[in-house]
């Protein structure tokens, strides 16, 4: 971390419970920018997963199945 992060952090330290909260919700938010150019290609791929579902290409598992093997309950 560099030395004016270090400092703003012992800064931020310093503040009530209440604001080093929102402070953190902020910086997560700041990080938390939609790249368009991903949303695209995860659209493209639900869309093809779809189609493939619907024309019978693509089976599906029951959600429950699915936990129970992985030893968990819905």
Known sequence: MSTSAE???QEA????PGDR???VERLIG???QPD???DSLWLKEAEDRMAAY???ELGA???????SEL???I
């Open 7 to 9: 400092s703003v952090l």
């Open 13 to 16: 330290l310093r503040l009530p």
């Open 21 to 23: 909260a929102a402070l």
């Open 30 to 32: 700041s990080l938390d």
């Open 36 to 38: 368009r150019a991903v």
């Open 54 to 56: 619907r024309s019978g």
């Open 61 to 67: 598992v029951d959600a429950e199945r699915v936990f």
């Open 71 to 73: 030893g968990q309950s």
